[in-house]
């Protein structure tokens, strides 16, 4: 079956320290895959996607890079932002027929310190 | 535009009670999803509409789960005979087509004491 596996939490950075959160996964065919974001307060929002081996998803400053090798979609940033304070969750979608579903992993909470 | 709206956004209720969770689509999204979020993990999947009828509902974990899209639109997960475990936060998605992005609601938390 499928599955998502994140790295554990809580993570804690300082303003503009670099950030990696771990994503790998298991599947059957070749899997969508993708980063939610949940900020306090509010619902689950696409952070960025990828659809096939080496895509590279990016959005605010983030990125992922599709890496069917290793099976795995680590999350990037640069210099985060205290803004940057929420809730990653990794994700992905199978491919194929009945293909709608997200499997997600279990979430890495992300604190910035100013 | 508007997102996906979920009402109520809070639910405390007894064991043993039945409560029904709404979920409002962005409009013209054809389907619909539900998920299940316990404290401290991800979403897990219920079940999946297109259109009108449940294309897939495996995820349910049992039969005092339900849910119900007449009219293509909203959506009802009904919980019969509410029990602790049941509690979570209620997740509602849509998405224009099958395998479009999915757009999230705010959730329902219930709580069954």
């Known amino acids: 079956g499928n599955s998502v596996t994140q790295m554990e939490g809580p993570v804690t950075l300082s303003e503009e320290a670099f950030l990696t959160i771990n994503c790998t996964y298991t599947?059957?065919?070749?899997?969508?895959l993708f980063w939610y974001v949940q900020y306090p307060g509010e619902g689950l929002q696409l952070l960025l996607k990828?659809?096939?081996?080496?895509d590279k998803g990016s959005n605010k400053g983030f990125e992922a890079t599709y890496r069917k090798e290793t099976t795995s979609f680590h999350l990037e940033k640069g210099s985060v932002q205290v803004s940057d304070s929420a809730v990653y969750f990794c994700?992905?979608?199978?491919?194929?027929?009945?293909?709608?579903?997200?499997?997600f992993g279990k979430g890495t909470k992300l604190s910035v310190i100013p | 535009g508007a997102g996906v709206s979920q009402t109520p956004s809070n639910k405390v209720t007894e064991k043993g009670k039945y409560v029904e969770l709404r979920c409002d689509p962005i409009?013209?999204?054809?389907?619909l999803y539900w998920y299940r979020q316990s404290l401290g993990q991800g979403p897990e999947f219920l079940i999946y509409?297109?259109?009108?009828?449940?294309?897939?509902d495996s995820g349910l974990p049992n039969d005092r789960f339900f849910a119900v899209r007449p009219e293509g639109s909203v959506s009802t997960l009904k919980i019969q005979r509410t029990e602790r475990g049941d509690s979570a936060v209620y997740l509602c998605?849509?998405?224009?087509?099958?395998?479009?992005?999915?757009?999230f609601g705010p959730g329902t938390r219930l709580l069954v004491l």
């Open positions: 599947a059957t065919g070749y899997p969508s």
């Open positions: 990828a659809t096939k081996a080496d």
């Open positions: 994700a992905l979608r199978n491919s194929g027929a009945g293909s709608y579903q997200l499997t």
């Open positions: 998605a849509s998405s224009l087509f099958e395998k479009e992005t999915q757009y």
């Open positions: 509409f297109q259109g009108t009828g449940a294309a897939d």
């Open positions: 409009s013209g999204h054809t389907a």
